[in-house]
Nanobody, 127 residues
Framework: QVQLVESGGGLVQAGDSLRLSCAASGRSFSSYTAGWFRQAPGKERELVAAISRSRGNTYYADSVKGRFTISRVIAENMVYLQMNSLKPEDTAVYYC????????????????????WGQGTQVTVSS
């Protein structure tokens, strides 16, 4: 069983950047597909970015394409979400998650089920 802990959230202004970190313990991130989700007040949780277990295929929600980048450092057992050009609508609690599944193409990421979740980190972007 893997345990996930997020960090790096905070209060920033529109146009700023943040990097979220997700530290895994218990098992290696190489055993999982990793994803970043977010949930804003009154909205459903949405998949923001993901990186597949075996091929490293990445997925990004349309709303963050070109601004966010997901990466992983297996040796450090870490997954990161670099967020640039932040907008007020990016305000949400961001969650790191790990899936036992894998995908062969990036378009399949949204169908994965994620079994392991972190506690979340708040990102607030002021206008």
């Amino acid at each position: 069983q893997v345990q996930l802990v997020e960090s790096g959230g905070g209060l920033v202004q529109a146009g700023d950047s943040l990097r979220l970190s997700c530290a895994a313990s218990g098992r290696s991130f190489s055993s999982y597909t990793a994803g970043w989700f977010r949930q804003a007040p009154g909205k459903e949780r949405e998949l923001v970015a993901a990186i597949s277990r075996s091929r490293g295929n990445t997925y990004y929600a349309d709303s963050v394409k070109g601004r966010f980048t997901i990466s992983r450092v297996i040796a450090e057992n870490m997954v990161y979400l670099q967020m640039n050009s932040l907008k007020p609508e990016d305000t949400a609690v961001y969650y790191c998650a790990a899936s036992n599944g894998d995908v062969v193409s990036s378009t399949m990421h949204p169908i994965l089920i994620y079994e392991h979740w972190g506690q979340g980190t708040q990102v607030t972007v002021s206008s």
